[in-house]
């Protein structure tokens, strides 16, 4: 085991295994917060979460090539260990792991966890196998760590939906928690991917927010179908400097199947393209 800035790092499963073992035996309860690193403020509001629900906080570092497409970002995803290890501590993380590529997926490597319904359309259809890979990973996080509870953010919220539908389905006993997503104070949310933004996009980037809580506030009040107000809200982002909008949809909360109208609880949806980065970002719809 080695230590970066004061918090202890390991990057076996054996190793991992063995330090939640011995909380174990002291009757501890266990929290993951599973990450990709380049970490910021939303992250370590997970952590924080974390630790409100748990005596000990594993917080995971792993840029899983399964979850990126060949043309996506995998090799220029940010990566500064050191430095996110550091924010971890502080805001209160007991232990990483932080495996090599070649831990997670040894030679002869042939699972794939893949989750119909919930990863169809939105980011399922424009990053095909993406959530395949997630699930995957996440599965292997989640048995390889064996927590009480683990916590992903809201702002990846098809991804949440997924990884619930997985747990539920594969019989995995831990619970699994949503956090709310942290904004910047003009609305975008905080995203490793914001890094990626040059300052003109950056000033053009709190639209989508704009956009997608316009869109709510519409459904909430009746004002409006999703079809209408969803098409509107295309334009606006694309006359704001969005390049190409992948989606912008009114979806069920809990089963992402599309809707017209909030009767239930309903979530806004999008995914769009400024420059280099592609943001997401999804709202609540208020109840009526
Ligand atoms: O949300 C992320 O950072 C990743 O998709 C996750 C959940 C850590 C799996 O690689």
Redesign the pocket.
């Known amino acids: 085991m080695t230590a970066v800035a004061a918090l202890p790092v390991v990057r076996t499963v054996p190793d991992l295994r063995g330090r939640v073992a011995a909380w174990r035996t002291e009757g501890l309860r266990v929290a993951l917060v599973?990450?990709?690193g380049a970490l910021h403020e939303g992250h370590l509001s997970l952590v924080r979460q974390a630790r409100r629900e748990a005596d000990r906080v594993v917080a995971?570092i792993?840029v899983?090539p399964r979850?990126f497409g060949p043309s996506e970002d995998f090799s220029r995803y940010p990566r500064r260990e050191a430095e996110d290890a550091g924010l971890l501590a502080g805001a209160g993380t007991d232990l990483l792991f932080a495996p090599a590529v070649e831990a997670m997926y040894p030679p002869g490597f042939a699972t794939t966890v893949s989750v119909a319904g919930v990863s169809a359309g939105l980011c399922g259809a424009a990053r095909p196998g993406h959530f395949d890979g997630?699930a995957t990973?996440?599965a292997k996080l989640l048995l390889q760590a064996l927590p009480d509870v683990a916590l992903?953010?809201e702002k990846?919220y098809q991804?949440l939906k997924v990884?619930e539908r997985m747990v539920r389905d594969l019989d995995i006993p831990v619970a699994v928690r949503g956090v709310p997503t942290v904004r910047e104070p003009d609305g975008l949310a905080l995203s490793s991917r914001n890094a990626y933004l040059t300052p003109d996009e950056r000033a053009v980037a709190p639209a989508l927010h704009r956009v997608l809580a316009g869109i709510a506030d519409a459904l909430a009040a009746g004002r409006g179908s999703a079809a209408t107000l969803t098409a509107r809200g295309k334009a606006e982002l694309e006359a704001a400097g969005f390049a190409k909008v992948d989606y912008l949809e009114v979806r069920d909360a809990e089963t992402l199947v599309a809707v017209e109208t909030a009767e239930r609880p309903v979530r806004v949806l999008a995914a769009a393209w400024l420059g280099r980065a592609r943001l997401i970002d999804n709202v609540p719809v208020p109840s009526r």
Do not use: L, S
Request: glycine share 6%; charged share 5%.
């Open positions: 599973p990450t990709m995971t792993f899983n979850q997630v990973v996440v992903f953010g990846d991804q990884i």
